[in-house]
């Protein structure tokens, strides 16, 4: 059973914008935090930024004030609003969730992920 589903990702140069979007299951992820994590090529995945089940946000220092997350609870949708791209967000990105917001913060401790979406930012 596909749990979560993520696209959006693309090319593209640096300055520019792209919105990811993670469709997942209500069953299991509907009542959780949410949250968008990256992989860098040969490094651990990351948590990038969280939507906690009331709506609070927060971000990873390097993100903030160029990436928005939001949720779609009635359509079981999240997205990551990504602006002012820099060659450093190049990353295969995912989205996860779980009933602890302070395990969101150690990936390893999280399971089902999805295939990822590929966002590269180069000239």
């Known amino acids: 059973q596909v749990q979560l589903v993520e696209s959006g990702g693309g090319s593209v140069q640096p300055g520019g914008s792209l919105r990811l979007s993670c469709l997942y299951s209500?069953?299991?992820?509907?009542?959780?935090?949410m949250g968008w994590f990256r992989q860098h090529q040969g490094t651990q995945r990351e948590l990038v930024a969280i939507?906690?089940?009331?709506?609070?946000?927060r971000y990873e220092d390097s993100v903030k004030g160029r990436f928005t997350i939001s949720r779609d609870h009635a359509n079981n949708l999240m997205y990551l609003q990504m602006n002012s791209l820099k060659p450093e967000d190049t990353a295969v990105y995912y989205c996860?969730?779980?009933?602890?917001?302070?395990?969101?913060?150690?990936?390893?401790?999280?399971?089902?992920w999805g295939q990822g979406t590929q966002v590269t930012v180069s000239l």
């Open positions: 939507i906690t089940s009331d709506g609070t946000t």
């Open positions: 209500a069953t299991t992820f509907g009542s959780y935090h």
């Open positions: 996860n969730g779980d009933s602890n917001v302070v395990r969101m913060g150690s990936p390893a401790f999280l399971s089902s």
